[in-house]
């Protein structure tokens, strides 16, 4: 089967504009996701995910190496990606329908149309009954069901999901990864989600790739093998604790720290 | 209140009169001291000049003024002065917006464009508008075209100078958001940068509905033979108080209905915004 998302050799390296210095923030980093997975890329912060993401989102484009969407280049494939900010980023002025709507706007439907295609994916996240709010009357988790509505209005190939559950309290944060999940079984969608979060990433994902610091490199791949549907509970669960501690290892062993302090003679 | 706890129910009905009626005060607090202190100073005015203690000829009074005013009403100065005016202060405040509002857009959103105005609108708005007046007496003589470029000076930097911050304060978040999902320029101004910028437009026109009246009120006063302000200083060369005192207060209250009116206009603009008080 293609993969939906193809990242192939990809490498991104800064060059300090004064010192000439160069740094390396991703290297080699090859990944294929099939369809309607969902990975979770976790990493110590600074480790490329969030840049990673960016590529992924055609933001950025690579030093090395390809992104690609079903065989598309993304920063060609903006159709085909939906993208769910870290923070919920909607127009304070524009009501949560015309937000849910605002991503089929940018891409030149028509407001009616756009509209009308966002109301059933409002009633999806939960949503049904809001339309005519407007986002400050919002409490935090309803704004980012809004920033998932945004993103699969445009019924996208894959979703980009990028730390969307950080600024949330424990408890509602809690409540939006088991009601995504819902969500994602419904919709059926490929996602590819960024967090820090070792729990949240083995409680959501299909596969969980974990990250080294820099340069970030694929260092482990590691497949979730917990049936679905996933009540909150099975955090309790041994196969649950054992593949966070299994991931907790890869981020926390010696090799991170030997890197921490080999940081001052990069270049 | 600790009384009204302490009584039984039958006595809180014979005091319950009073006690609406201290409620009421106490709710309408504002508007009623508000009233009082105009009050107590209109008979203040009206005392002093019939004590004698200050000349009726200068002074004028509360009394004089309002019969003043009720003759004026039914003359034939006041009422044209009052629509030549107004005719030349909103042609002005128009075109200062249709004006200041684009120019405000280009400077704040090409950076270029912005380099190539920045001086021009930072001197300008430094330099106090009324010392430029001499010189558009010179350009434009004295008439309703100079009038209303008077009026078009003082109020169209702030239109300018507002929308160009305002445009620059485009959230760079909500850009992100536009560009990924692929939005062309024209529709980034039109849902981030524009509906961003109005808030600071909002401000704009607050200032320049006030600028623009003394802009107007200058223009006839130095450059005029027609209006309020023209009838100011007919009053002032003749000594009139009373016609004086009735063309200021009619400035004045055209003023407030300006303001109130642009706050009825803000509120339109401002549904998306969480209440003030909450």
């Given at each position: 089967?293609?993969?939906?998302?193809?990242?192939?050799g990809?490498g991104?390296e800064?060059?300090?504009?004064?010192?000439?210095?160069?740094?390396?923030?991703?290297e080699?980093?090859?990944?294929?996701?099939?369809?309607?997975q969902?990975?979770?890329?976790?990493?110590?912060?600074?480790?490329?995910?969030?840049?990673?993401?960016?590529?992924?989102?055609?933001?950025?484009?690579?030093?090395?190496?390809?992104?690609?969407?079903?065989?598309?280049d993304?920063?060609?494939?903006?159709?085909?990606r939906?993208?769910?900010?870290?923070d919920?980023?909607?127009?304070?002025?524009?009501?949560?329908?015309?937000?849910?709507?605002?991503?089929?706007?940018?891409?030149?439907?028509?407001?009616?149309?756009?509209?009308?295609?966002?109301?059933?994916v409002?009633?999806?996240?939960g949503?049904?009954?809001?339309?005519?709010?407007?986002?400050?009357?919002?409490?935090?988790?309803?704004?980012?069901?809004?920033?998932?509505?945004r993103?699969?209005?445009?019924d996208?190939?894959?979703?980009?999901?990028?730390?969307?559950f950080?600024?949330?309290?424990?408890q509602?944060?809690?409540?939006m990864?088991s009601?995504?999940?819902?969500?994602?079984?419904?919709?059926?969608?490929?996602v590819?989600f960024?967090?820090?979060?070792?729990d949240?990433?083995?409680?959501l994902?299909?596969?969980?790739?974990?990250?080294?610091?820099?340069?970030?490199?694929?260092?482990?791949d590691?497949?979730?093998d917990?049936?679905?549907p996933?009540?909150?509970?099975?955090?309790?669960e041994?196969?649950?604790?054992?593949?966070?501690?299994?991931?907790?290892?890869?981020?926390?062993?010696?090799?991170s720290?030997?890197?921490?302090?080999?940081?001052?003679?990069?270049? | 209140?600790?009384?009204?706890?302490?009584?039984?129910?039958s006595?809180?009905s014979?005091?319950s009169?009073?006690?609406?009626i201290?409620?009421?005060?106490?709710?309408?607090?504002?508007?009623?001291?508000?009233?009082?202190?105009?009050?107590?100073?209109?008979?203040?005015?009206?005392l002093?000049?019939?004590?004698?203690?200050?000349?009726q000829?200068t002074?004028?009074?509360?009394?004089?003024?309002?019969?003043?005013?009720?003759?004026?009403?039914?003359?034939?100065?006041?009422?044209?002065?009052?629509?030549?005016?107004?005719?030349?202060?909103?042609?002005?405040?128009?075109?200062?917006t249709?004006?200041?509002?684009?120019?405000?857009?280009?400077?704040?959103?090409?950076?270029?464009?912005?380099?190539?105005?920045?001086p021009?609108?930072?001197?300008?708005?430094?330099?106090?508008?009324?010392?430029?007046?001499?010189?558009?007496?010179i350009?434009?003589?004295?008439?309703?075209?100079?009038?209303?470029?008077?009026?078009?000076?003082?109020?169209?930097f702030p239109?300018?100078?507002?929308?160009?911050?305002?445009?620059?304060?485009?959230?760079?978040?909500?850009?992100?958001?536009?560009?990924?999902?692929?939005?062309?320029?024209?529709?980034?101004?039109?849902?981030?940068?524009?509906?961003?910028?109005?808030?600071?437009?909002m401000?704009?026109?607050?200032?320049?509905?006030?600028?623009?009246?003394?802009?107007?009120?200058?223009?006839?006063?130095?450059?005029s033979?027609t209006g309020?302000?023209?009838?100011?200083?007919?009053?002032?060369g003749?000594?009139?108080?009373?016609?004086?005192?009735?063309?200021?207060?009619?400035?004045?209250?055209?003023?407030?209905?300006?303001?109130?009116?642009?706050?009825?206009?803000?509120?339109?603009?401002?549904?998306?915004?969480?209440?003030?008080?909450?």
């Amino acid at each position: 089967m293609q993969p939906v998302l193809k990242a192939d050799g990809v490498g991104m390296e800064y060059v300090h504009p004064r010192t000439g210095r160069s740094v390396l923030a991703i290297e080699d980093f090859s990944v294929e996701m099939e369809p309607q997975q969902f990975v979770t890329i976790v990493g110590p912060s600074g480790c490329g995910k969030s840049t990673f993401l960016k590529i992924a989102n055609g933001l950025l484009r690579p030093t090395s190496g390809t992104v690609t969407i079903h065989g598309e280049d993304v920063q060609e494939a903006r159709r085909s990606r939906g993208t769910v900010f870290q923070d919920a980023s909607l127009l304070p002025w524009y009501t949560v329908l015309r937000n849910a709507a605002y991503g089929l706007e940018c891409q030149g439907v028509n407001r009616k149309e756009a509209e009308e295609r966002a109301r059933p994916v409002l009633e999806l996240v939960g949503l049904a009954g809001f339309e005519h709010a407007h986002p400050h009357e919002l409490s935090g988790g309803m704004r980012q069901r809004v920033n998932v509505a945004r993103a699969l209005t445009i019924d996208p190939e894959i979703l980009l999901m990028d730390e969307p559950f950080a600024s949330l309290d424990a408890q509602t944060r809690e409540f939006m990864q088991s009601e995504l999940l819902g969500i994602w079984s419904k919709s059926s969608k490929t996602v590819l989600f960024v967090t820090h979060q070792i729990d949240e990433a083995v409680y959501l994902s299909d596969r969980v790739l974990v990250m080294s610091a820099r340069p970030g490199r694929l260092i482990a791949d590691i497949t979730v093998d917990i049936p679905r549907p996933r009540d909150l509970r099975i955090k309790r669960e041994a196969r649950f604790v054992e593949l966070e501690g299994q991931v907790w290892d890869l981020l926390h062993g010696p090799e991170s720290e030997h890197l921490e302090t080999a940081d001052g003679h990069v270049g | 209140m600790s009384a009204r706890t302490t009584h039984p129910p039958s006595t809180a009905s014979v005091d319950s009169l009073g006690t609406k009626i201290l409620r009421l005060i106490r709710r309408r607090e504002r508007i009623i001291l508000g009233v009082l202190g105009v009050i107590m100073v209109l008979v203040f005015w009206e005392l002093v000049v019939v004590w004698g203690w200050l000349r009726q000829s200068t002074m004028s009074s509360p009394s004089i003024i309002s019969e003043r005013i009720v003759t004026e009403l039914g003359g034939d100065r006041l009422i044209p002065s009052l629509w030549v005016t107004l005719r030349a202060y909103l042609i002005g405040l128009g075109i200062a917006t249709v004006v200041g509002i684009p120019l405000g857009f280009i400077g704040g959103w090409y950076k270029r464009a912005s380099y190539l105005l920045e001086p021009w609108l930072a001197a300008l708005n430094a330099t106090p508008t009324v010392a430029i007046v001499p010189l558009i007496l010179i350009w434009l003589g004295i008439g309703q075209t100079s009038k209303v470029f008077i009026v078009f000076l003082f109020a169209v930097f702030p239109y300018a100078f507002n929308t160009m911050i305002g445009v620059r304060q485009s959230e760079a978040e909500f850009l992100g958001v536009a560009r990924s999902f692929g939005a062309s320029q024209s529709k980034i101004v039109r849902s981030i940068v524009l509906p961003g910028a109005v808030p600071y437009i909002m401000t704009a026109a607050r200032l320049a509905v006030g600028r623009a009246l003394i802009g107007v009120v200058v223009a006839e006063l130095v450059a005029s033979n027609t209006g309020l302000g023209f009838l100011i200083s007919i009053a002032s060369g003749t000594f009139d108080t009373p016609l004086l005192m009735v063309s200021v207060l009619f400035v004045g209250v055209f003023g407030l209905i300006m303001t109130e009116l642009m706050k009825v206009i803000e509120r339109q603009f401002d549904r998306w915004r969480p209440e003030p008080s909450s």
